[in-house]
């Protein structure tokens, strides 16, 4: 192995306040996802064989695959943020999409799966949990002004406007030298990214808190759709620029004899191909729940699906 990549591969940058922040929201869920696995397995044993079904029908609440789902996600963000990635980054163009992809498209689809919030909040203390619980239950109520504000501001046409700023913004030369010359703007792009995939992702996974009405399979396939046009579009010109976009990398080191156009060609490619590729992978995945008939349930009134319970995911209460 060369001294390079060795010295690449060795350059972790272990930064406190991701590291607990990423642990405490391991924390809170795994306990959360426990105490729920073990009331529900609980709740299975009193009850009589017909409840038992039904209590069975509800295990899917505390899966496993939840789990796995969650703690993937975050150490997919404890990847693009501690790794070698985020040294790379500073050096090379396409490793910084790569950064980019993972904070944008797989760390959040992971998280939002898995349902947090109603397993965050049950891996709080009790009185905490009844604190916390109450308080998103006042602010989340059906008739509360701040959950209509709330409701106003995410709608999907103004998320799907936030992502297109976001990501096309973030990547203005202008904004984009700046953000790899100051951390604490390097830090800033990160959390609108970040950001940006959650709200996004939130509408397509319907998590909780739920204040909107679940868009329907093929409303969400037009959503997961719509993403696709301008990242394909930024990746078409990064890959195919005659020049650097990006004055910041003419002044660094070169990495492995890869020139400043050949390493933006590259990225590129990774923003036009796998980053339009996840979009299309949940569009396949929603596709075959469509066509399946998967989901023929009757449209719900607002009172049925927007009460307190519903607000974290159905069929879990406090």
């Known amino acids: 192995m060369d001294p390079i990549t060795r010295a690449a591969l060795s350059s972790w ?22 105490r729920l696995r073990q009331r529900t397995f609980a709740r299975t044993q009193r009850q009589s064989e017909r409840r038992q079904r039904q209590t069975r029908s509800q295990w899917h609440l505390a899966a496993r695959w939840r789990l796995v789902s969650y703690v993937s996600g975050l150490l997919i ?14 050096q090379l163009f396409f490793m910084h ?36 619980g109450g308080a998103i239950s006042r602010l989340l109520h059906r008739d509360s002004a701040f959950r209509r504000g709330l409701r106003a501001a995410t709608t999907p046409g103004v998320i799907w406007l936030f992502w297109v700023i976001s990501v096309i913004g973030w990547h203005d030369p202008t904004a984009y030298d700046l953000a790899l010359r100051y951390n604490v703007v390097h830090d800033i792009e990160h959390l609108f ?10 509408h397509i996974t319907g998590a909780g808190p739920r204040i ?15 993403a696709i046009p301008p990242n394909m579009a930024l990746g078409v010109v990064l890959a195919f620029a005659p020049q650097p976009v990006y004055t910041y990398y003419l002044a660094v080191p070169r990495l492995w004899n890869i020139s400043v156009v050949d390493d933006q060609r590259i990225g590129g490619v990774i ?15 929603l596709a075959g729940r469509y066509f399946g008939n998967e989901e023929k349930k009757p449209a719900l009134t607002e009172k ?6 519903s607000l974290a995911a159905p069929g879990i209460k406090r």
């Open 13 to 34: 940058d272990w930064r406190p306040e991701v590291i607990i922040v990423l642990a405490l929201a391991g924390t809170f869920y795994i306990t959360g996802w426990w």
């Open 77 to 90: 963000i404890a990847l693009s943020l501690l790794s070698p990635i985020d040294a790379l980054a500073s």
């Open 97 to 132: 999409m790569i950064q980019h992809l993972l904070l944008i498209m797989i760390a959040p689809p992971l998280l939002l799966i898995a349902n947090p919030m109603p397993f965050m909040l049950w891996g709080l203390p009790t009185t905490l949990r009844q604190r916390v």
């Open 193 to 202: 990214f970040f950001a940006a995939g959650m709200l996004y992702w939130w």
């Open 212 to 226: 909107h009405k679940q868009i329907g399979l093929l409303g969400r396939i037009i959503f997961v759709l719509a």
């Open 271 to 285: 923003m036009w191909v796998p980053g339009s590729m996840m979009y299309i992978l949940a569009i396949l995945l």
């Open 304 to 309: 049925n699906w927007a009460d307190e319970s």
